[in-house]
């Protein structure tokens, strides 16, 4: 593609995960053009572009660029390239702009009459497609593509779509062949995917996690339910099994993960619309790297990460004390305080006060409460006390913080 504007498309669509080539216009086409679904169906219906129902015989004399949706709801940009010898078209896709679900698939079955033995072969090939927003994320860059192709004011962008009819004979046959060589990459890629991000949230790595979960071979997950908005949600618990997973490989204990997995199962249930999810799911995974930072304990000999886990799990108890610690663990009391500072770099206590703080942080910005029934949540009853060490620790009494968090 020795183009550079062509080029240059062609990098971010590789960044989309979204398929892309260039063809000519009057040639049969691949079968790979639309990632073997035709030839998954024993389809021969398009045998070329200019067979696209519609499609204005002006193509290229007039730089039209469109978006095509074929009958089995598959979407594709369509560009002609000015300056070649032949008609040669850049044609990306195949991409979905919705999610699939197993309700959908099987309406678009019975309009076009396909036997249902493919329901599992087509299931699995929309899985694999990138889900992209044409409006907000393809519409303005083939604008711009044809600012700099034929120049501004040159082109037009034109909208195509099949109707949805039956009119081949699909081989039942064929669907033995349940999942295209396509979808098996797209497979393995995604399980690749999912690993680097367990490995981010296990390294607490927000960035990377976020970097992950936006992948569209990630999000291509098989969505079996009767709505999209109840498939997003399945997609949303899967998400948080993961990330569950990669705090536990980095060594945050289960019962931690167990409690902030519940308050995410809520938010992803209360989920009301599609628009929410992006949200949720960037908020899972910051929450889930913040705990892999505050509570991991990966890195300490087993006594030290029993010490750490205890005090965790015992927080709001006033008498949380050095001694009832080693008492509990059946250790010598100056070994212990002295091993825990070796490997912490804080004192026992110290690192209690920083703990608690930071739980009257969390119920602070989470809860409308009055500072005493925070102080006593954390385990310090004495609220002039609990007030110095918060002061000490965050440079503003309880009170002070709360008013700004609600300014």
Same mark, same amino acid.
Do not use: G
């Given at each position: 593609m020795n183009n550079p504007i062509l080029k240059l498309a062609s990098d971010y669509f590789v960044r989309l995960n979204l398929h892309h080539m260039l063809i000519d216009f009057r040639q049969p086409l691949d079968s790979d053009v639309d990632l073997g679904l035709r030839c998954l169906l024993s389809d021969k219906t398009v045998e070329s572009i200019s067979d696209f129902k519609n499609l204005d015989e002006a193509f290229f004399e007039q730089n039209l660029i469109y978006f095509c949706v074929d009958r089995y709801r598959c979407h594709y940009l369509l560009m002609p390239v000015p300056g070649q010898?032949?008609? @040669? &078209?850049f044609l990306a896709g195949p991409f979905l702009t919705s999610p699939p679900n197993?309700?959908? @698939?099987?309406?678009?079955?019975?309009?076009?009459? @396909?036997?249902?033995?493919?329901?599992?072969?087509l299931s699995q090939y929309y899985s694999t497609l990138p889900m992209l927003s044409q409006e907000n994320i393809l519409e303005p860059f083939a604008a711009s593509l044809g600012d700099s192709l034929y120049g501004p004011g040159q082109f037009s962008i034109r909208y195509l779509s099949q109707r949805i009819e039956a009119d081949t004979n699909f081989d039942p046959s064929a669907s033995s &062949?349940?999942?295209?060589?396509?979808? &098996? $990459?797209e497979l393995e890629r995604r399980y690749e995917i999912e690993e680097k991000m367990m490995n981010c949230i296990a390294h607490g790595d927000i960035d990377g996690a976020l970097r992950c979960t936006n992948d569209s071979a990630f999000s291509s997950l098989d969505n079996r339910a009767a709505s999209a908005l109840r498939s997003r949600k399945n997609y949303m618990i899967i998400l948080n099994t993961l990330c569950r997973k990669g705090a536990q490989r980095g060594g945050v204990h289960p019962v931690y993960l167990d409690e902030l997995s $519940? $308050? @995410?199962?809520?938010?992803i249930e209360n989920m009301t619309s599609l628009d929410e999810d992006k949200d949720v799911s960037r908020d899972m995974v910051r929450r889930y790297c913040m705990l892999v930072r505050s509570s991991s304990t990966e890195n300490y000999t087993p006594i030290i990460a029993d010490v750490i886990n205890y005090? #965790?799990? #015992?927080?709001s108890e006033p008498d949380l004390t050095l001694a009832r610690i080693a008492a509990q663990l059946k250790v010598n009391r100056t070994y212990l305080s002295s091993l825990f500072s070796k490997e912490t770099g804080t004192t026992l206590t110290a690192f209690i006060n920083s703990r608690r703080i930071d739980q009257a942080i969390f119920l602070l910005n989470s809860q409308n409460l009055p500072v005493q029934i925070v102080a006593d949540a954390c385990g310090i009853p004495d609220v002039t006390y609990f007030t110095r060490i918060f002061k000490k620790e965050k440079s503003m009494t309880p009170s002070a913080y709360k008013k700004m968090i609600r300014s």
């Open positions: 010898e032949t008609p @040669i &078209v197993t309700a959908s @698939i099987q309406t678009l079955m019975r309009h076009l009459a @396909i036997p249902p033995s493919f329901l599992t072969a &062949v349940e999942i295209t060589d396509n979808s &098996v $990459r $519940r $308050r @995410i199962a809520l938010s005090i #965790h799990q #015992h927080l």
